[in-house]
């Protein structure tokens, strides 16, 4: 990996996204050690299960990439990428699903007003675009099965796709996850 490369990593659920983000920051510590990496996590835990697979998932990281750390960031993506990255710095965020699904599906009660997803992804874009050092993103490729039922599940499906292929358009690597194995879908160059 490249010292300023971008790289988005998608595939569907338990594909190894999140172990190949893991694998690139665990190699990019090992290159110097002046290097630092730090996960933007962007799940929230509203409910019992969702708790304990973060907390599982935390355990997990801690054990194969013990030198990473950790920001939690549901919502600010974009400024949370701003204040991490540097040239020596690999941000690896996990993952812009959950980040979109935050947007745009508030939980009850918490009061937000409607997020304008196109300015937040234009925010994104920008970001990754202008980080200093290497920036790896993961997310879901959900768009691959039926069209779903309800109104606001499409939207959601198509919103994901527009946000795949920006954020795919400004990263120099896209990588298909797909049981494990890495498939490159755009290489630098």
Not at 65 to 94: F, H, K, W
């Amino acid at each position: 990996m490249s010292d300023v490369c971008r790289e988005l990593i998608l595939g569907g659920q338990k594909s190894g996204k999140s172990r190949r983000g893991e694998e690139l920051a665990a190699a990019w510590l090992g290159r110097s050690n002046v290097h630092r990496a730090v996960l933007i996590a962007t799940a929230q835990a509203h409910d019992d299960e969702m708790r304990a697979r973060i907390a599982r998932h935390r355990r997990d990281r801690a054990l194969r990439v013990p030198g990473l750390g950790t920001v939690e960031e549901p919502l600010a993506l974009a400024e949370a990428i701003r204040a991490q990255a540097s040239p020596n710095t690999l941000v690896l965020v996990d993952c812009l699903t959950l980040w979109l699904t935050n947007l745009m599906m508030p939980v009850e009660g918490i009061g937000r007003s409607p997020v304008d997803i196109d300015a937040a992804t234009d925010s994104l874009v920008s970001e990754v675009g202008a980080a200093g050092g290497p920036v790896v993103l993961i997310g879901n490729e959900i768009g691959l099965g039926v069209i779903p039922l309800g109104r606001e599940v499409r939207a959601f499906v198509d919103a994901l796709g527009m946000l795949n292929q920006r954020v795919a358009a400004a990263c120099d690597r896209v990588t298909l996850m797909a049981a494990g194995l890495p498939l490159t879908l755009k290489e630098p160059g």
